[in-house]
């Protein structure tokens, strides 16, 4: 069965600071994989996706990046933290075909002092 | 741009009520999944629906897709405090990689 790492589950850090966020897919091959931002209570935002090595699509212009080293390694990365960017961060998995379920890992809190 | 709204933004019941959750849009979808999220988890897929008039049940859950694939409802029967959470509908199109996600709604429900 697929299953989906997502680290860390929390994360302090100062306004400045670098960020790396990693997650990792278990179980599936050529998978497409989404970094989602989250407000508290309320919907998904997408920053990022990807449907290969390589390739990522940024749907909000902001600080933060994505990479894809692996097939199943989905990094989320920022030089310089900034206090917006406090917030829960989500990855996903889904089919490589579209229009498929997504999958979840647990989510990283992200506080920015 | 398509858009899904959910309504309630919020709701707040008593163990045994029964609620329906809405997910409208003016746009037609391929399929329509609903996901429940707990407080610090990430979001669960609950369902599919494909079929336009579509019913789907998964114990006390009813969910429907609109005839015309534009909307769909969630019903809960005799609501129980296990069902609290996040409640998020999302739109797919066949082909596209990106799903649409609903604005959500929060259900709490006291014992």
């Known amino acids: 069965s697929q299953t989906i790492h997502q680290w860390p589950a929390t994360l302090v850090q100062p306004v400045g600071s670098p960020l790396s966020l990693e997650c990792t897919v278990e179980g599936t091959s050529n998978p497409n994989l989404y970094w989602y931002r989250q407000a508290a209570g309320r919907g998904l935002q997408l920053l990022f996706y990807?449907?290969?090595?390589?390739?990522i699509s940024s749907e909000v212009p902001q600080n933060l990046s994505a990479s894809r080293p692996q097939d199943r390694q989905f990094i989320l990365s920022s030089k310089k933290l900034l206090l917006s960017d406090s917030g829960f961060y989500l990855c996903?998995?889904?089919?490589?075909?579209?229009?498929?379920?997504?999958?979840f890992g647990d989510g990283t809190r992200l506080s920015i002092l | 741009t398509q858009l899904l709204e959910q309504s309630p933004q919020f709701l707040s019941i008593q163990e045994g009520e029964n609620l329906t959750v809405y997910c409208n849009s003016s746009?037609?979808?391929?399929?329509l999944q609903w996901y429940r999220q707990e407080p610090g988890e990430g979001p669960v897929l609950l369902v599919t629906?494909?079929?336009?008039?579509e019913v789907k049940k998964l114990k006390r859950l009813t969910f429907q897709f609109g005839d015309a694939r534009k909307d769909s409802s969630l019903h809960i029967t005799a609501a129980q405090p296990g069902d609290t959470g996040l409640y998020l509908c999302?739109?797919?199109?066949?082909?596209?990689?990106?799903?649409?996600f609903g604005t959500g709604t929060r259900l709490l429900v006291s014992p």
């Open positions: 990807s449907v290969g090595i390589g390739q």
């Open positions: 999302a739109g797919a199109n066949t082909g596209f990689q990106k799903l649409v």
């Open positions: 629906v494909v079929t336009g008039g």
């Open positions: 746009s037609v979808f391929s399929s």
């Open positions: 996903a998995w889904s089919p490589g075909q579209g229009g498929q379920p997504q999958h």
